[in-house]
């Protein structure tokens, strides 16, 4: 047993994956800062215990060596604080801000990606929407973006490298996939046009980032870009069926954006956000020792009642702020929120103009995940 206090020896992986809500909502009451003793972690619940551990990259950094993103595919932005952290963030960032999205008619492409994939399946009358719909979405979308010739491998490797991501058992097996699957990514890199965009980008920055680096940010981009937003489709289009909003759609009562926003709320597609402890440090009134880990939970943070009403309601009338955590806060925030919000709502707006009787299966389960959440399918018919 470990001396760490306030200690739960309860909460596993199983526990998050499945309904962690009941356990978030518990913790949170009681303590809000506790120690994990089957994870080997401190675990955050509180809206503004999260926001405030995301916004001191001083205290709680992601600069170690046991970022597990970090020994998948080198070190990046999100294992990087400081100076080094903004000069590999800053040229990745620009892009992905709305007006430049705007400017390069990212709303347009996302339209038009979204029709492409319809047409191959719209008179099948079923699809597992997952598959044939969210996932191709968005990888097609972030390669795009960067200029990385699309291959139907993509798909497997970033498969292989968000099981990595999550792999907190640390199974050999699978942190050895996601090492290849990276550097299988960064050949495909290595053969990319001498003019694609993801080149220069790595270049606006000082010093421009070598090929090692760009390799790594270009792969937590594209990550970022596909896993979550292939979830945050899948989750979208599950709240949707499940709590029956096709009438409030179809009547303009509300919109595909507002739907979005409270699915990554109630039903957040990443759950976590790690950081490690750079100095002793007191927490709700625990103490915390230079190099303890701790995972802020965002979906825990999301449902918190001290920021959102209600909070275990899907509710389409929630004012906009206090802000959701589930892109994170402070200085890693997500730099592709813009991006995301955008083509969730756009390629769900066209899917449902195109298949106005599409139905979601009814005995779906909901999502599963700690990590990364979401269904591992979306079976629908029309
Ligand atoms: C709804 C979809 C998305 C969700 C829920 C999401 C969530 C997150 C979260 C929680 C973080 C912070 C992690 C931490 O602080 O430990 C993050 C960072 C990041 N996200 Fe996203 N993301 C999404 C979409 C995207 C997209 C579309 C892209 C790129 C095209 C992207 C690229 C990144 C990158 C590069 C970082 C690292 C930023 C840094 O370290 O400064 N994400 N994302």
């Known amino acids: 047993m470990d001396d760490r206090a306030p200690c739960d020896d309860t909460v596993d992986l199983s526990v998050l994956a499945a309904d962690p809500y009941p356990t978030f909502d518990r913790l949170r009451a009681n303590t809000p800062v ?22 001191d990259p001083d205290t709680f950094t992601v600069s170690h060596p046991d970022n597990i993103l970090q020994r998948t595919i080198g070190p990046m932005m999100l294992s990087r604080d400081g100076p080094a952290h903004k000069r590999m963030r800053r040229p990745f960032a620009q892009p992905l801000h709305l007006p430049a999205l705007r400017r390069a ?9 979204a029709e492409h994939l319809i047409d191959a399946f719209a008179s099948d009358g079923a699809a597992d929407l997952r598959a044939r719909f969210a996932r191709p979405l968005a990888m097609r979308i972030v390669a795009d973006h960067l200029g990385i010739p ?86 979208t289009l599950w709240a949707w069926g499940r709590l029956g909003l096709g009438e409030e759609i179809a009547q303009g009562a509300t919109t595909w954006g507002t739907v979005v926003e409270e699915t990554l709320r109630w039903e957040s597609p990443v759950q976590t956000a790690t950081r490690h402890v750079t100095r002793e440090v007191t927490l709700a009134g625990t103490t915390l020792r230079r190099g303890d880990t701790l995972q802020c939970l965002l979906g825990a943070a999301n449902r918190d009642p001290a920021a959102f009403d209600q909070p275990e309601r899907f509710r389409l009338d929630r004012p906009r702020t206090p802000k959701v955590l589930s892109f994170a806060s402070g200085p890693h925030l997500c730099i592709g929120a813009p991006l995301a919000r955008m083509e969730a709502a756009t390629a769900l707006r066209v899917l449902l103009d195109r298949l106005p009787h599409l139905r979601i299966s009814e005995d779906l389960p909901p999502p599963r995940g700690h990590e990364f959440r979401s269904l591992p399918a979306l079976p ?3």
Do not use: K
């Open 34 to 55: 506790v120690w994990a003793e089957r994870l080997g972690v401190w675990l955050v619940t509180g809206y503004d215990l999260c926001r405030r551990i995301l916004a």
């Open 105 to 113: 008619g990212m709303e347009d492409r996302i339209r038009s990606v």
């Open 150 to 235: 699309f291959t139907v491998e993509l798909f497997d490797i970033f498969d292989a490298i968000a099981a990595a991501f999550a792999n907190q058992e640390d199974d050999p097996r699978v942190a050895a996939a996601g090492q290849d699957a990276f550097s299988a990514f960064a050949s495909i890199l290595d053969r990319a046009p001498a003019d694609a965009p993801f080149r220069s980008m790595a270049t606006h920055t000082d010093p421009p980032l070598d090929p090692d680096e760009t390799a790594s940010n270009v792969a937590i981009t594209v990550f970022g870009g596909f896993e979550t937003v292939t979830a945050t489709v899948v989750n």
């Open 380 to 382: 629908a018919h029309w």
